[in-house]
């Protein structure tokens, strides 16, 4: 894997912070998508502690307040891509496509030094960048994913079009199991295959629920990793919530040709348990008594001590 410019860190303990900081956000706004920051906080930690390499910054950035939408007329608000660093042939890009996942997003930067501390204050208020459903504004993206299941046609499109100009950085697209129901993802997958785009990896949050109840009673796309073998990419099965399998994955994908994909599996309620008994119905959550309120400050009293 090329050298990094970022330093590497923890990804347990950037996990760790995210489910802090979210878990934080859900009792202060009375609602919040937590049961996508647990399930991804250890995929995030990894790929922003250890994989992804990025400028390294000097100091946090501050999020601007929301200027406008691109439109021909007036100034509007610049990417969110700037909180990954400057373009490089080198560097990577990182791609998110279930923009309901933005609060894990802000959390990860702001964990990891790149969003400026505090920031998740103004999330979901007007006027701010930090939007509940994140665009190409917001901290961390640089597309607007439109519907579900267009961030890795758009992936893929820039992956081809590093590998014609022969940069060496990899395109790494984060997609959430319920996309994997959308028709263009499909056409994307079958596309990276074509064209070999080895220098593109997808990593899956597979969490087997969405907004109606679980995915496998919605619509099955079970199984996955054979999916994926079926249209020639490399597919590597591992435990969303380890990181160690999941940097391996990346590291054994970058040594063969054609697209990767990272199956990750993992849990809406991890880290807390508590949560369980209202699965599969956890696409938002927000405490409906005394009980989920006590049960999420006692969660959040052991995040903040370090205890994932």
């Known amino acids: 894997m090329d050298a990094k410019n970022t330093e590497t860190l923890d990804p347990i303990k950037i996990a760790t912070d995210i ?13 919040c998508y937590l049961s996508q920051a647990l399930s991804s906080a250890e995929i995030l930690g990894t790929l ?7 400028e390294r910054l000097n100091s946090p950035i501050k999020s601007p307040p929301l200027i406008g939408v691109p439109n021909s007329l007036t ?21 998110i496509s279930p923009a309901h ?55 893929a499109g820039i992956a081809f079009a590093r590998a014609l100009r022969g940069e060496s950085g990899k395109t790494v697209v984060f997609v959430s199991d319920g996309e994997l129901e959308e028709g263009q993802t499909w056409e994307g997958v079958q596309a990276a295959a074509m064209f070999d785009l080895h220098n593109l990896f997808m990593v899956i949050d597979v969490n087997g629920q969405q907004v109606d109840g679980l995915t ?3 619509m ?17 099965r591992v435990d969303g919530h380890n990181p160690d399998e999941i940097e391996r994955a990346f590291q054994d994908g970058a040594q063969q040709s054609g697209p990767t994909a990272i199956v990750c599996d993992t849990n809406s309620s991890q ?15 927000r405490p409906k008594n005394d009980d989920d309120v006590v049960a999420l400050e006692e969660a959040l009293a052991r995040f903040e001590k370090g205890v994932k």
């Open 220 to 236: 099955n796309i079970e199984p996955i990793h054979e999916r994926f073998a079926a249209f020639n990419w490399n597919v590597f």
């Open 216 to 218: 496998a009673e919605i």
């Open 75 to 95: 100034e509007f608000s610049p990417s969110g891509g700037r909180f990954h660093g400057a373009k490089g042939a080198d560097l990577d890009r990182f791609l």
């Open 101 to 155: 996942y933005a609060v894990a997003i802000y959390a990860a930067l702001e964990a990891t030094g790149r969003l400026e501390s505090g920031a998740l204050k103004t999330f979901n208020t007007d006027g701010s960048t930090l939007e509940m459903i994140g665009a190409e504004h917001s901290p961390g993206f640089e597309l607007t994913t439109g519907s579900f299941g267009q961030a890795l046609s758009q992936s």
């Open 271 to 285: 880290g807390i348990p508590y949560l369980e008994r209202y699965a599969p119905k956890l696409h938002y959550v």
């Open 48 to 54: 922003y502690g250890r994989v992804l390499n990025f």
């Open 19 to 31: 489910r802090r900081r979210v878990t934080e956000l859900t009792l202060l706004n009375n609602g």
